[in-house]
């Protein structure tokens, strides 16, 4: 049983124009979510996270946002640029579950020049 | 060493042979992690460590073993390695502190193949 669900495996943007990989989750125990990004042959790392207390959080061209009635996260990359293509995963955490983190499924993104 | 590192980069394995993946830290993160990432199921936690001496088991545990003899390695063994183990494996680490989140810093990985 997936409880992090990425439903796009790959997604194509254009260089300069905004990418949005999404995220669904179903356990509304998680109190907080996370994207990470690989690249090939290397460990995923970290990129931004979220409070299941706010609803949206950015650094710098990275906006990640909340709708826990939908129990939806996103990821709005703006503007994008060709070192952004990786796979991107989504991330959850349990409320009492320490540190440990249940992960999506990943999106691949490929930023076009 | 910096961060974490993970021996062997990758191995093609036989199946039925015992196959230990190491990891070292050296960020004194008293926290670690074991994960396959699978096409198509992206990563599974397998065991994890939330200190010295401690062990837990993931989603994914069976078929794994793990010892935490020290702060900085925390090694996976596959007792009887089989086909469905083919995948890559990612080590990470975390502080384990108080607050909202620990960030889980990862290893480069280890692809292994079982035939």
């Known amino acids: 049983d997936q409880q992090v669900k990425q439903n796009s495996p790959s997604l194509s943007v254009q260089e300069g124009r905004i990418s949005i990989l999404n995220c669904d989750y179903t356990?509304?125990?998680?109190?907080?979510f996370l994207w990470y990004k690989k690249y090939p042959a290397e460990g995923p790392t970290f990129l931004i996270s979220i409070s299941s207390i706010k609803d949206k959080n950015e650094d710098g061209r990275f906006t990640v946002f909340l709708n826990k009635s939908a129990k939806h996260l996103s990821l709005h990359i703006v503007p994008s640029q060709p070192g952004d293509s990786a796979v991107y995963f989504c991330a959850a955490k349990l409320t009492g579950g320490g540190n440990k983190l249940t992960f999506g499924t990943g999106t691949q993104l490929k930023v076009e020049l | 060493i910096a961060g974490i590192t993970q021996a062997p980069t990758s191995q093609i394995l036989a199946a039925g042979r015992r196959m230990t993946l190491r990891c070292t830290q050296d960020m004194r993160h008293n926290a670690m992690y074991w994960y396959r990432q699978d096409l198509g199921l992206g990563l599974r936690l397998i065991h994890y460590s939330n200190t010295a001496g401690t062990t837990g088991k993931g989603e994914v545990p069976d078929g794994y073993s793990v010892s935490r003899a020290n702060t900085d390695d925390f090694p996976l063994t596959l007792a009887s390695a089989v086909p469905s183990q083919t995948s890559v494996y990612f080590c990470?680490?975390?502080?384990?502190?108080?607050?909202?989140?620990?960030?889980?810093?990862f290893g480069p990985g280890t692809r292994l193949t079982v035939l």
């Open positions: 356990n509304s125990m998680f109190d907080y």
């Open positions: 990470a680490s975390s502080d384990s502190g108080t607050g909202e989140y620990n960030e889980q810093f």
